[in-house]
């Protein structure tokens, strides 16, 4: 890399696919100014042509999926079955709101008859600038963009460097679908560069999914400007598993949790935190079941674990596998990278992890998980919460109202009972603490970069 362009390298085999020329000063402004032009046409387009204009996105990415996907695995790694889902997670998401988006931003009238008529319209802010992740390359930046531009905003997209490919293609294909110029843009720039786009005053506002330092000094700049955040800033999301649960069915979610995407996923399954009852029975399953995956080459459609998608990444997560161990965790499986080319890391178990070890406290962006013991319902929740982060968590149980009950007293932005944790545009996502504020998807995330204007006509 140099500081005038970034590498898309392809994880699997350590080949440069393409370069992309960094935008310099003169060239950001310019696409800024792109940006602010196109956002003007975008907010002055009623709401329902703004719906119908997002259904054709979703469309045209039905159209390109073989080509999305392919690129999501070549930059990425990501097994070109799963990448093909998240094209269609992502169409999906603009059929969602292209049919109940107009909804959520209509009139709200208050109840204030007795002094005249007051009403609430949901109008933009502006230009939302994003920084996103490489790890779900379209799914991060549409899920973010997709509510944010349904109230009329503009996007200007800052995504990370190793997945240009993707975001030059999302927004051709967001032209493509009739979206004007701009509205959707792309800006291929230094991450530190991202700093100086904050403050401009043709940006309103800043949604940001990253690690919490990154996360921290984008928020602070924001705040400096008075302008809104959201962030999203990862997590080490607990897997419950008490001693009345399916535990077949436990066992299958947290391999598909805990491995899918080798491991990178924000709220993956992170901690298994197992009741002392079900522990053996439960650790045996689970280690059989991750014995059965199939790691390698992520075009092969059989393939369930692809490489990581950066070498320091890979590098980071066996530091903290090895200090894990160090500190008297039991390796079960794997703990090693594999020989030959490319990122690959082997599907890794720990036993014995506690909240003090690397294992334990955390965010392993890989195929490693961590299982904690629980004597009880009352000592997983506290392991549950023995963290600085609280993005989402999972609870196993055969019994619906202690679960929700149980539920309710885990730190995290969301719970999912008898369910892996999952992103959905019909609920909201979003975490507490280290894990960040604001939230996307559902009504939340039309919401939150919109203004509530009231008319109150006396």
Not at 1 to 28: C, K, Q, Y
Not at 118 to 129: C, L
Request: net charge negative.
């Amino acid at each position: 890399m140099s500081r005038d362009f970034v590498e898309s390298i392809n994880p699997a085999t350590g080949e440069v696919i393409a370069r992309h020329v960094l935008m310099d000063a003169a060239a950001l402004n310019a696409a800024i100014d792109t940006a602010h032009a196109g956002w003007i046409t975008w907010r002055d387009r009623p709401l329902p042509d703004r719906a119908a204009t997002l259904a054709a996105l979703g469309a045209a990415l039905r159209d390109r999926a073989d080509r999305f996907a392919r690129l999501i695995t070549a930059e990425m790694g990501k097994p070109i079955a799963q990448a093909r889902a998240e094209v269609e997670k992502c169409a999906g998401l603009c059929d969602w709101y292209a049919a109940n988006g107009p909804a959520l931003l209509a009139d709200e009238p208050l109840p204030v008859t007795d002094d005249g008529r007051a009403i609430v319209y949901w109008q933009p802010i502006g230009i939302v600038f994003a920084v996103m992740p490489w790890n779900f390359p379209i799914w991060q930046a549409l899920r973010a963009a997709v509510p944010i531009m349904l109230a009329g905003n503009g996007f200007v997209l800052k995504h990370a460097d190793n997945v240009q490919g993707c975001a030059t293609l999302l927004a051709e294909t967001a032209v493509a679908a009739g979206i004007p110029v701009g509205a959707f843009t792309n800006i291929a720039i230094a991450q530190e560069a991202s700093i100086g786009v904050v403050g401009d005053p043709r940006i309103a506002a800043v949604t940001v999914t990253a690690g919490p330092a990154a996360g921290a000094a984008i928020a602070a700049e924001a705040g400096r400007h008075l302008k809104k955040s959201v962030l999203e800033l990862g997590g080490v999301d607990p897997f419950i598993v008490l001693a009345d649960a399916d535990l077949d069915a436990a066992v299958a979610a947290a391999v598909t949790s805990r491995f899918a995407n080798a491991g990178q996923v924000c709220i993956a399954a992170k901690r298994l935190i197992v009741e002392a009852p079900v522990l053996a029975a439960f650790t045996e399953r689970f280690v059989a079941a991750t014995r059965r995956l199939v790691i390698g080459d992520p075009m092969d459609e059989a393939t369930f674990i692809g490489p990581l998608a950066r070498p320091r990444g890979r590098d980071e997560l066996h530091a903290h596998v090895v200090a894990s161990i160090d500190a008297g965790a039991r390796l079960l499986l794997g703990g090693e990278p594999l020989p030959g080319p490319g990122n690959f890391y082997a599907p890794t178990i720990l036993a014995d992890v506690t909240p003090t070890m690397a294992a334990g406290c955390n965010e392993l962006f890989g195929p490693v998980a961590a299982i904690m013991t629980a004597d009880d319902a009352d000592h997983a929740i506290a392991l549950a919460n023995a963290t600085e982060y609280g993005l989402s968590a999972a609870l196993w149980s055969g019994d619906a109202v202690r679960a929700d009950k149980l539920a309710r007293r885990i730190e995290a932005g969301a719970v999912f009972v008898n369910g892996i944790s999952a992103s959905d545009p019909r609920v909201p996502i979003g975490g507490i603490k280290r894990s960040g504020y604001g939230r996307e998807l559902s009504w939340f995330g039309v919401r939150e970069f919109a203004n509530a204007k009231l008319i109150w006509t006396r």
